[in-house]
């Protein structure tokens, strides 16, 4: 191969891995060539190559762009991917499961880890990718203007996962509050809890980010006005670059007298060895003291010893449900905006019992 055989090689693998999506706009020739390390010439003639090969264009004054319309079989599309800056456990097994699911659909992926959604790194993945998937970053109504204006330009298919976009013109994949939420709270009160705890993380995305916690209140508050919901004995401000478990052990083992009021914990499933460690420290038993029933998924939670009581919104479910919506919205660019739920599954586990008889009850 001659050295501009070489570099339009190069410059194909970079558009066939995403890193040139279609529609955008390639560096200066110039700037190619440097980074190529070849001279501007041999540049000049390997995107003249890809030109007549019909991945790139030229359009004069605004400069060299990939092709919107090049086919799948030359191009993989390029899904981005929105994740929160922290290490919850649920990115990483939603990462796995959104891969998959791009893999099945002969997709591209690339992530990125944001702490708000100002961030420009948003946007920079927005105009490099085909659609976007954002999971709950922070709250859904602090999207910026330049954000919502993509949103509702829909020039590109944008789905939210964990939360109702739609007032914004966004499609979303969520869990609302359901029949499902409604079953488990009402085995919690058959079981005879009254006062129950609620442990969880200080944060304005809290109930977002650990979906149903935050539904089981407004359930007790319109269906059983008799039960205690306590959420803010145990609602923990975590150090930053810190591990919550280490604040939650520490805060329930002090907190021992006030624990033995209460006959329920509910928690994230990710905080379960947190909230297991306390009370273990406080000299409490689960269940036979303290029920514990935990809200969320994780694959490796049937390795947990007790296995928690959850109930699990399925982060496979919602994933595969996402790149389907994105398929789907490709082809309908123009109809109306769809929210799909998320399947949710009750595993009883073996940390729920009746509440133990005692001043609480």
């Known amino acids: 191969m001659t050295k501009f055989q070489l570099v339009e090689e190069q410059l194909r693998k970079e558009i066939a891995i ?28 390997a995107v003249g190559g ?162 149903g916690i935050g539904g089981f209140r407004a359930f007790f508050r319109a269906e059983h006005p008799d039960v205690e919901v306590n959420e803010t004995s145990f609602l923990f401000q975590i150090p930053r670059f810190e591990l919550a478990h280490y604040t939650i052990r520490r805060e329930l083992a002090a907190k021992r007298e006030i624990l033995k009021q209460y006959t329920a914990v509910i928690c994230s499933l990710s905080f379960y060895w947190g909230v297991l460690s306390g009370i273990y420290l406080a000299g409490l038993r689960v269940p036979e003291d303290l029920s514990v029933l935990t809200v969320g998924d994780r694959q490796e939670a049937e390795f947990y010893h007790p296995r928690p009581a959850t109930l699990s919104v399925q982060l496979c479910d919602q994933a595969f449900k996402a790149m389907k919506l ?12 769809r929210t799909v739920r998320i399947k949710t599954e009750w595993i009883a586990g073996e940390t729920l019992a009746a509440a133990h008889r005692g001043d609480c009850r």
């Not at 995403?18 to 200066?28: D, E, M, Q, W």
């Not at 789907?328 to 660019?333: A, D, H, K, M, T």
């Open 50 to 211: 890809l030109i007549e090969e019909g991945l790139l264009r030229r359009n004069r004054g605004s400069g060299t762009f990939v092709c919107d319309d090049i086919s799948e079989a030359k191009v993989q599309k390029q899904l981005g991917v929105v994740i929160p800056a922290w290490s919850a456990p649920e990115n990483l097994d939603f990462i796995m499961h959104i891969s998959r699911a791009c893999a099945e659909a002969n997709w591209l992926m690339k992530v990125i880890y944001a702490r708000s959604w100002d961030e420009r790194t948003i946007l920079d993945l927005w105009q490099n990718s085909d659609a976007l998937v954002c999971t709950s970053v922070s709250d859904i109504h602090s999207l910026p203007d330049s954000l919502v204006r993509r949103i509702q330009g829909r020039t590109k298919p944008i789905v939210f996962c964990g939360e109702d976009a739609s007032s914004y013109g966004a499609d979303s994949v969520f869990y609302p509050p359901d029949l499902r939420l409604a079953e488990v709270a009402g085995k919690l009160y058959s079981l005879g809890h009254r006062r129950i705890i609620r442990v969880d993380q200080m944060a304005d995305t809290s109930d977002e980010l650990h979906p």
């Open 18 to 45: 995403g890193n040139f999506a279609r529609g955008t706009v390639l560096p200066p020739e110039r700037e190619l060539a440097e980074h190529f390390g070849v001279s501007y010439m041999t540049m000049r003639k």
């Open 326 to 337: 994105v398929q789907w919205r490709l082809e309908n660019p123009t109809a109306p905006v």
